[in-house]
DNA sequence: CCAAAAGTGTTAACCGTACACCCATGC
DNA sequence: GCATGGGTGTACGGTTAACACTTTTGG
């Protein structure tokens, strides 16, 4: 006997939903749209969508940013799949979350209004439908973890960013901060930097140095460590 | 106008696929259950099943360890979902791979032969249906990266233990070896484990102590990163 | 000249690793 | 009594963290 269908087994639908993460210079922000049709008019819910036949949901999940924010090679990690029954009232949905960093600066504009969406504060971001909160908490936990010991953070600042830029984003993210003798000698330690001879003059009037990336070093780290957070039993998970 | 269904989407099957590590003392196993029905009759392939109605993939995978193992309430963690729309060639299936830890010693009976599985040593397994060798990679990295940090391998020994057999569970998973002496100094300073009075004394001539999770540690652990891997970066990732 | 932020060096404590010998027992 | 595996302590080196002053320049 040979299977070719799978019978009696129930089909449901399959979404993906992305938690977007962006840096101001000072406060961590999510990106999140505001439903224009019931039954959930007007709350807010994180950015996603069903997954097509032909498609992976990495593939819907760069799709969907593609169309939000017009950007195509987002960095995006796959999270969790949240799967309760009753999670969507309209009808069973499982749903794949992903996390999005992306340069705040890049995509700010197109994307506010066209899809009613809009940066939040992370911390003082509203109610979400459905299970959305949850998704939110998970990717914070995540981003923590991951971030005390992988380089990518820096998928948050723009091409150049100054050394005080970089820290106030990692004490953003873990809400402490650190001592800058430490964690410049740390991050510079780590051979990814180039120091550019151009300084930001905005913040400052004696001026910051520019940094950039060293993409070889980064895309083929030596150490994929960075351990820029000290005691990371304090502040991760 | 409110929406009470979600036209023209496609629905799918939904399943879950266990990852099932033991260690037998030497070597880490892992569980595969032979098919017994066309078109793939004779390969080997993960523990699996589709999700119901009315189940989270969470329970779908405690339902299916229970009943492959007699077992309730095993360690479970999801850990990736695989997407590919051709993976499963009869019809198109996302399936939630999850890793699960048992001791190996408690289940091995009743399950052979019920189900058609087998243990296998990790090193010499079959090739497996679809994408599950792509599964088993995924849940070798994760193990080794939870593992360097989070006191889960305890999951895949007996009740009683001594220090040689964990070190060798240690050394098991990221294939090396280390100094006892710095091993049972971290180890023991992880306040997590209660020497028994007893002696094992099957495998040496002294007999070595039996040691105990001190379960209250152990579930509320305050320092829940253990460092029992020197130099992570060399084995994690 | 003063305020504000950037940049830089030293020291002490701790942690991680290497390393070697004695112990207990069954044969 | 000897072979086998179990158990233990020390010392060195590297890393981490705590700490304060000088530099630059716009106003």
Redesign the interface.
């Known amino acids: 006997?040979?299977?070719?269908?799978?019978k009696g087994?129930?089909?449901?639908?399959?979404a993906v939903d992305c938690i977007i993460f962006g840096f101001d210079g000072n406060n961590f922000k999510i990106l999140l749209a505001q439903k224009s049709?019931?039954?959930e008019k007007d709350k807010y819910s994180l950015m996603g969508g069903?997954?097509?036949?032909?498609?992976?949901?990495?593939e819907a999940a760069q799709r969907i940013l593609k169309r939000l924010t017009g950007l195509e090679g987002v960095y995006l990690d796959?999270i969790?799949?949240f799967?309760?029954?009753g999670r969507d009232p309209?009808?069973?949905?499982?749903s794949?979350a992903f996390v999005a960093l992306i340069d705040i600066h890049k995509y700010e504009k197109q994307i506010i209004h066209e899809y009613n969406a809009d940066w939040f504060l992370l911390q003082d971001k509203p109610k979400l439908i459905f299970d959305h909160d949850d998704m939110v908490d998970t990717a914070k936990k995540y981003l923590r973890y991951k971030a005390a010991m992988h380089p990518l953070l820096f998928e948050l600042l723009p091409e150049k960013f100054t050394l005080p830029q970089l820290q106030a984003l990692y004490e953003g993210l873990y809400e402490t901060s650190f001592d800058k003798r430490n964690f410049s000698r740390k991050v510079l330690s780590a051979g990814i930097l180039i120091r550019l001879d151009e300084k930001e003059k905005e913040s400052s009037k004696k001026g910051a140095y520019y940094f950039t990336l060293d993409k070889n070093k980064y895309l083929n780290p030596s150490?994929?460590?960075l351990n820029l957070i000290p005691n990371?039993?304090k502040h991760v998970?």
Do not use: C, G, N
């Open positions: 006997m040979k299977i070719r269908s799978y087994q129930t089909r449901m639908l399959v049709f019931a039954p069903f997954i097509w036949a032909e498609e992976t949901v990495e796959q969790h799949t799967s309760a029954p309209v009808e069973r949905t499982i794949v150490k994929d460590f990371p039993e998970y």
